[in-house]
């Protein structure tokens, strides 16, 4: 059974490259998003294995959107979110306290990325 992802990012190319590469493992399906506001509505009634997302977004930016699905008592509380931005200082300030967050400076090198997703998730 694939590992199902969302993914979240206001650039709809980074989505979309996170989907062709996650998805040519076989291992995961990938849910494309491009608003922090839409993924937090997603987050309240699909359970994911792994949240990958921007920070730096508008309306509501990567640590909001973390912030908002660990206060929420819905499926994806305690899931894995893994920021893939090139805010790691932000990301860090804004998310401290919070637990299963995990950090990847932009740009991505596609084999550093699958480390990381099976790190996380395991496999």
């Given amino acids: 059974m694939l590992k199902k992802i969302l993914a ?15 998805e040519s493992t076989n291992k995961y399906y990938i849910e494309k998003c491009t608003s922090g506001s839409v993924a937090e509505m997603l987050s309240k009634s699909i359970k994911y294995q792994l949240i990958v997302s ?10 909001e959107l973390a912030k908002n ?34 950090f ?8 550093d990325l699958f480390q990381k997703v ?3 998730i395991g496999k």
């Fill in 8 to 22: 979240v990012d206001d650039e709809a190319n980074i989505v979309e490259f996170l989907k062709e590469a996650l």
């Fill in 54 to 63: 921007d920070y730096k977004m508008p309306h509501l930016n990567g640590a």
């Fill in 69 to 102: 699905i660990r206060n929420n008592d819905g499926p994806n509380k305690d899931v894995p979110i893994l920021f893939a931005s090139s805010y790691e200082q932000a990301v860090l300030e804004e998310t401290k306290g919070l637990s299963g967050i995990h």
């Fill in 104 to 111: 990847m400076n932009k740009p991505l090198l596609i084999k």
């Fill in 118 to 120: 099976e790190e996380i």
